[in-house]
């Protein structure tokens, strides 16, 4: 199997900065997307940004700018910069892989527990 861990969440102020790093382990064969989905208060949870083995990104029309997401294949791990940080940011952060388990042919999706990040003043 595949175990996601994430770090970095906690509580900035309106206009900051926080980094969140998810680091995959486990099982592995190999990994195809790593990205970043959250979920607010009395929210449905949404995509944040998803990038490629090979570098390729998608973010949330509503990011692009403020969010930047990185991997480091060789780390299994995924980033993701959040710069001008704002109230309505605030929420659980996941960490998504779709990763192929050794010795099976099946792909799958697999999540971390979620970071928190709180933007208030």
């Known amino acids: 199997q595949v175990q996601l861990v994430e770090s970095g969440g906690g509580l900035v102020q309106p206009g900051g900065s926080l980094r969140l790093s998810c680091t995959a382990s486990?099982?592995?064969?190999?990994?195809?997307?790593m990205g970043w989905h959250r979920q607010g208060p009395g929210k449905q949870r949404e995509l944040v940004a998803v990038?490629?083995?090979?570098?390729?990104?998608v973010y949330a029309d509503s990011l692009k700018g403020r969010f930047t997401i990185s991997r480091d294949n060789k780390k299994n791990t995924v980033y993701l910069q959040m710069n001008s940080l704002k109230p309505e940011d605030t929420a659980v952060y996941y960490c998504?892989?779709?990763?192929?388990?050794?010795?099976?042919?099946?792909?799958?999706?697999?999540w971390g527990r979620g970071t928190q990040v709180t933007v208030s003043s």
């Open positions: 998504k892989a779709t990763a192929q388990v050794r010795a099976t042919p099946l792909v799958d999706d697999y």
């Open positions: 486990g099982s592995i064969f190999h990994i195809y997307d």
């Open positions: 990038a490629t083995r090979e570098g390729s990104t």
